[in-house]
């Protein structure tokens, strides 16, 4: 899991020793092991997956919507605890939701969210519709006069949005009537805005897409 305990003076000169390696797991250990260092494994039994792509980091966000997921959030024994951020519950207005988990904060008025998974403070806009995405949030509320502003796209999910097999990085600003679709056809590629992995549409942080913007399989 990527956890180590070492003693201090035997990292430092391991790392010293051994300037080339870089990984704990394919190189250190094992350097320890044929130097018969002093080692203990501590066996765990409970829910770990692999995280290292960008594929297996949606499946893993994503199996959380599921009815029954591997990984329970709604445990006694072994409790999730959250950084208490102290927000308001989430407003959701005539929304179809199934297999979604939604966090604080939440202001919603989309048509439909299916499968996925939205984050703090998200705003998502009137007929928007989403499904296997996950939509990171807000870092902060924008105050009325800036979401009313004309000139400017506010944060969040505007109006009439189809958004699928996508991730939106936190305080993206989503114009009305965008489209974006990931799909397993897609090429991987690098743009400015977004990436496509995987067939997963990956749009960056703090990313302002105007209206009508189309990504992906459209």
Known sequence: MGIYVFKK?????????????NDFGKEIIPLC????????????????????TIRSFFNAVLHLADPLPEFNLFDNERTIYTRARMLSPSKIFGTSCERALIAEGC???AKSIYRSVIGIRSRIGRNAELSNS???G????????EILDSKRIPMGIGENCH??????????CIGNDVIIKGSTDLEDTEQD??????????????????????????
């Open 9 to 21: 003076e035997v990292l430092c000169n391991l790392l010293e020793q051994n300037p080339l390696m």
């Open 134 to 136: 996950y939509v990171m």
């Open 107 to 109: 202001i919603i008025h």
């Open 33 to 52: 092991i044929e130097k018969k260092y002093k080692i203990a494994s501590h066996p765990f039994d409970g829910y770990w997956t692999d995280i290292g």
């Open 163 to 172: 958004i699928e097999n996508a991730i939106l990085d936190r305080n993206v």
């Open 193 to 218: 805005t977004y990436c496509i992995k995987d067939g997963i549409v990956v749009v960056r942080k703090g990313v302002i897409l105007a209206a009508g913007t189309q990504i992906g399989a459209v």
């Open 138 to 145: 807000q870092d902060y509320y924008q105050d009325i006069a």
